[in-house]
Every structure is written in C-alpha cells, then in structure tokens.
C-alpha cells in the first residue's frame, strides 16, 4: 500500500506543492485527489483551505508505469510533453481555485444583490453582471488598470467577460555606504544610510455600481548585503580587531547610523623614569581649590629639612610600553622612555647614580628640567637670638632660620627660605623662596619669591630677543644668496656692520629691547646669578658697542641664542612648581608682597598692603588697607570695628569671597568696582561671562 498524505493550503496548488514536500516524491510518482477547493465567503473574508490528498504509487503501479513508457521509444518531445502535461495539470488546480473564488456560498438572494456590481478582492476586480446595467471602474492615479490587454483612459464598463489587471507601483532607493579608516589606523567606521522599497497595494473594495481604487502605502526598509562589506575590508586590508557582531548588526539595521566595525589595539605608552622624594620631605606648595571656592592652605605651612647622611631620593628606572596594532595588522610601536638623569648640586652626593645623599644640614631644593633633576641641600643659617644691631643685617645664601624677632631697621636677606620664630618689627625681609613668621609683623617690609619675579620678566624680554635673532639669521642666509652681497668681506669685518645695517632698517625693535633687558640685568643685579649678568654683558658688547663685536659668522649668533635659552627655559618651566608663599598670625602697617601666595593665620590685617601673584587668605579680619591677589582673595571679616578704608582687589579671571563686610569696602575685579554702602554676609565677586561684575551678597 502506498503512503498517503491529506494537506491543505491557500490554494489546492499550495497543498499539492505541500504534500509532495512533505513526501519528497516527485508529481510523477503520486496520485492527487483534490478533496476540497478553497471557498471564499462574502468579500472573501473567513476563506476556508484547499484539501487535497496525494497517495504514492505502489510498485506494481509504478512498474505498469514503466512497462508503458518502455513500449515506445522515448524521444525529447516525450520528456517536454511529460513535462508540459504536469506544468498544465498544476496551472489547471490553480486555474480551477482561482474560478472558484467567485464561487460564494451565497443564497439566490444575496446573489441577486450583486448583479450589476463589482468588487476588489487581493488586487483582483470581479463582477456580476445584470441584463439593465453595468458597474463603472475610473481611471486611478495611483496604479495603472488595463482591460483585456488595453490602459483604460476613461470610465469604462465591467463585465463578466473581462480580463482586468492591475499593476500597482513601485520604487526602490537602494542603500548606501561607506568605509572608512582612520588616520591613525585604529578604527574602521561604517557609515550606512537605508535603502527603502515604497509599494502601494489596492485596497479590498464592497460590491459597487462604481468602482474607485485606492491604495495603502508600504514601506519596506533595504539593507545591505553583508558580503560586501566583508569584502570591502578584505580590499582595505583590514585583518585586526574585526567586530563581526556590530558588523551583522550594521548590516540588518533600518535607520541610518555609524557604527565601527574595527578596533585597533593602540600602544601602551610607558613612563619616564622619575625622582622620587623619601619620606614625604617635598615642599607642596600647590595650593588646592575645594568644591565650595575655598583653598587648601594646609600644605603650606613648614619648611621640610634633610641631615646630613641622610637619602633624600633615589630615581626610578623608566617604564616601557607595550607595542600595539592596528586595523591592517601594522604594530604600533610604543613611544620611547627615557631615564632620569641625577645632577649632584650642593650638599649631596650621587650613590650607583641612583641614590642622592644629603652630606649636610640643610632644606632639599630639587629642580627638574626635561629629564635632569638637580638635588641641592641648601645650608640653613641658625641665629638663635633676635637679629639686632649688635648681629647686624643678615645676607646669606642658602636658608636662614631666626629662633627669635628681627629688631627695628634691621635687614635679613636670603636664597633660601627665612623662618622667624617671633615678630618682625620695622625690619625688611627678602627671601628668593618663602617665609613664615610664626608670630607677628608690625610695621614691617616682607617678600617672599625674592628674584623670581624678576626673571619673569627678563624671561619673557629674552624670548622675545632669541626670535628676533632667529629672524636676524635667516634675513642673513637670505643676503648671502644675492649676488650683490661680498660675503669674503665679511671674513674681514665681522658680522658687525651688517648686524648694524639691519637693526637700523628690518629689526628696529631689537636695540631697545637688548637696551631694555641690558638695565634690567644690571637694576637686579643683586639677586640675579652670574649667568644673567655676564649674559647681558655678552649681547650689550655684541650687539650695542659694535665696535667691541667678535661675530664672525651665524654659529656666533646661534649660540647665544642657545645661551638665552638656557636661561629663560628653566625659569618658564619652573614658574608653576616654584610657587612661594608668606605666611604670617598678624600683620600691621606692612607692606608684604609674594611671588606666590599670602596666609593670615591669627587675627588678622590692620592697615597694611598685602600683593600676591597667586592666592591671599586672611583668617581674621582686615581693617584698612589694601589686598591684591592674581587668583583669590578669602577673608573672614573686613571692617566693622572702623570705618576705614579697604579695597580688595583681584584680576578679571580671579574671584574675592568674604563672610562678612562693612560699609566703604570697594570690591574690584579686573578693572570693574563697586563700593558697599551696608553691611553684607557671604559675599562673592566675579565677572560673568560677559565681562560685567557680579557680587552676590546678603545684606
């Protein structure tokens, strides 16, 4: 017996196309009973499957098949009429499902009700016809309708008869994208835009004397192919770091987007080798802004000491970095590391070039430049009584610590840092780093960063100087090329006259700038160091008193460009790490002015002028005077107990906070003032983004 199987589909093809699936026979190898057509009910709603059964030929039927076969000779025009046979016995199913679709279940009442109408079912337009009328159909701008093979252009008539098709638009915007590589090879982005499909599907339509098609809009997103991305980075060499995950999901997207389908591995960089301080004794002078506006002073208040014997530091050997690679399989090298390198200074010794020593009593200094660190032990001076007029004014180049008070008129100067255990009374204290006053200054002269400013300013002269001699040199270069030029003569007189010629026409403004840093050297000669002095001699004999020049040729102007850069580098690079502070319990009628930062710790300010370049905070109050800070002023209390005078002041990009005021305090920021007339709390000033003053209060 052979093997039987009922299926069902949409259309009695549908379920024989099934069965022989399912059965995975051939149609020549079954027999086929249609059961059951499709039926449609009114409008084709609630449609009921096909059902057909297909049996597989037993041998005995199959052979029988054969046996006829065999009997002729089998020629190619058998197999095409074989063929074509099946090929008609399919396209009869469908052609017998599609005539029943206007076979309705209906009763003779409601057939009735049809005659002279048509109607729209899955894109297809039938009829009933009646003996006193004809349904119309009207041309659609939506799609195109032929009858019987013919555009209709005009209302026409249906009929039983005809044959209508409708072909209903469609438009295709195909997808687009791109590859692209970074510069540095490390990401390979895909930029993909969607593709769409637009179709329009007539829309199912009631039975009508008249029919109006109207269609539905369907948009179907296009995506791109996955093979051609693929191959796209096979041609862009792309072998590394390949996310075939994002890809799929690039790939499937329908909304445009960005997505990076590589990623390189980038090199590890390594880390120079460093200095690294024993036992915490590096002076932290940072000062730190909190969330609320307020400064950190806490680091800022002693001086770290080394004895001698003892290790101050030792440098840590650099670190590499690991190599890396990128999209195309390319390895990235890492950057190269370089160890740092240990200058002995004052006061130390290099032990296995790794460890300094301290070989006396002193305070660390160390100066890092590039990868050169110089580790200094500056000498401290220890006077244990008050420096008087039986001591004498105090001049000395290393620390001095003074366990007492400086005395009326009375001078101590120092490179170092200058401690006072006491008060300073109608004295003057210079310090090219910092000071503390552990208790009061009274009428009294005070900086701290003694020098530096200074070099700022000759800093920023020499800068300028160096690029001006640079442009010299290649004005130079540029005459030697002319024909005109006698260079041989120069080998007689120097590059003075010529030197001389070109101030006086093209670099006008280079005598008075070797003028101006010239009088500047010898006005500050007394905290300058012999380099900055015997430099200034240099350019003022070569370049002012032409007569003593000794320029032979452009390497003598290249090196002292070197040597004023060797100057001036050093400074600029230092200026941050180098910050200075005064820190002090009560100031009155003095002048004190820092390079860094200002701290009253104690009572606070009366009467006094207080300047710094960075930060001033007064714990106590300020009664009278003037403070100026770069960055911040903080103040506790100002005024109040006097109606004296007090101006504080900042630069446009500092800020001024105080907790309370009286009135005739001027507030200033930038070049913008105000002045109080009440009593205020909490005050905060600062310019806005503008430029204009804002000063929040409570009064």
């Not at 809009?217 to 980075?233: C, F, G, M, R």
């Not at 590059?495 to 006005?523: A, H, Q, W, Y």
């Amino acid at each position: 017996m052979g093997e039987l199987i009922t299926s069902k589909g949409k259309n009695a093809k549908e379920a024989v196309d099934l069965a022989l699936s399912l059965l995975g026979k051939d149609i020549s190898e079954v027999e086929i009973e249609i059961l059951k057509h499709e039926e449609k009910s009114f409008l084709g709603l609630k449609s009921k499957p096909a059902v057909v059964r297909v049996k597989v030929k037993d041998e005995v039927m199959l052979i029988e098949d054969e046996l006829n076969e065999s009997s002729h000779l089998v020629t190619d025009n058998d197999i095409d009429s074989a063929s074509q046979s099946i090929e008609e016995f399919l396209s009869s199913i469908e052609n017998e499902s599609q005539n029943t679709d206007v076979n309705f279940n209906l009763d003779p009442f409601e057939i009735e009700n049809l005659r002279g109408k048509a109607w729209i079912i899955d894109g297809k337009i039938y009829c009933k016809d009646a003996g006193n009328k004809y349904p119309l159909i009207e041309p659609s701008k939506d799609v195109r309708i032929f009858k019987n093979g013919m555009l209709i252009q005009s209302t026409e008539i249906i009929t039983e008869t005809d044959v209508f098709k409708i072909e209903a638009p469609s438009e295709e915007i195909l997808p687009s994208w791109e590859l692209s590589i970074s510069k540095d090879k490390l990401e390979v982005r895909l930029q993909i835009k969607v593709g769409k499909k637009i179709s329009y599907t007539p829309i199912d339509l009631e039975p009508s004397d008249y029919l109006k098609i109207e269609t539905v809009k369907a948009i179907t997103p296009l995506t791109i192919q996955l093979s051609e991305v693929l191959n796209k980075l096979k041609e862009l060499r792309v072998v590394h770091g390949i996310d075939y995950t994002e890809i799929n999901k690039a790939c499937a997207t329908e909304e445009d987007g960005d997505y990076i389908i590589a990623k390189g591995t980038p090199a590890t960089q390594g880390k120079n080798g460093t200095f690294q301080l024993f036992n915490d004794i590096e002076v932290k002078k940072q000062l730190k802004e909190r969330v609320d506006g307020s400064v950190d002073f806490r680091e800022t208040r002693e001086f770290p000491s080394v004895h001698f014997g003892q290790i101050i530091g030792e440098a840590m050997p650099p670190i590499e970095g690991k190599s890396g690679m990128d999209v195309t399989g390319t390895v990235i090298e890492p950057e190269a590391v370089y160890p740092i390198i240990l200058k002995a200074g004052t006061g130390v010794i290099l032990v296995d070039n790794s460890k300094v020593v301290s070989t006396e009593t002193g305070y660390p200094e160390v100066k890092i430049v590039g990868q050169l660190a110089t580790v200094s032990v500056v000498p401290k001076l220890v006077i244990q009584h008050d420096v008087t007029i039986e001591t004498g004014n105090v001049h000395y180049l290393g620390a001095v610590e003074v366990k007492a008070s400086i005395q009326d008129n009375m001078t101590v100067e120092a490179k170092g840092n200058i401690k006072v255990g006491s008060n300073v009374i109608r004295a003057k204290v210079l310090s090219g780093k910092s000071i503390i006053v552990e208790n009061n200054i009274i009428a009294s002269s005070l900086t701290s960063g003694n020098g530096i400013l200074q070099k700022l300013e000759l800093s920023k002269e020499l800068l300028r100087f160096s690029k001006g001699l640079k442009n010299l040199i290649v004005a130079m270069k540029q005459l030697s090329q002319a024909s005109a030029f006698k260079v041989q003569s120069l080998n007689v007189t120097g590059l003075g006259p010529l030197v001389k010629i070109l101030f006086n026409s093209k670099f006008k403004d280079m005598p008075p700038l070797i003028n101006s840093i010239v009088n500047r050297t010898r006005e500050y000669s007394s905290i300058l160091e012999s380099d900055w002095i015997d430099f200034a001699e240099l350019i003022n004999k070569e370049f002012i008193a032409f007569h003593q020049s000794s320029l032979k040729n452009e390497e003598d102007l290249e090196r002292i460009v070197s040597q004023a850069e060797s100057l001036y580098l050093p400074v600029m690079d230092e200026n941050e790490a180098e910050s200075t502070f005064i820190r002090a319990n009560f100031v009155q009628s003095s002048d004190l002015y820092s390079s860094g930062d200002i701290l009253i710790t104690g009572q606070g300010v009366y009467s006094s002028k207080l300047y710094a370049r960075k930060n001033i905070k007064i714990n106590g109050f300020v009664r009278g005077g003037d403070i100026y800070a770069e960055n911040s002023v903080i103040i506790n209390e100002v005024g109040f107990r006097a109606s004296s005078y007090v101006k504080i002041n900042v630069s446009k990009d500092g800020y001024i906070k105080i907790k309370s005021a009286s009135p005739n305090t001027i507030i200033q920021v930038g070049g913008q003032s105000q002045i109080l007339y009440n009593p205020a709390k909490n005050i905060d000033a600062r310019l806005d983004q503008y430029g204009n003053l804002v000063i929040s209060k409570e009064e």
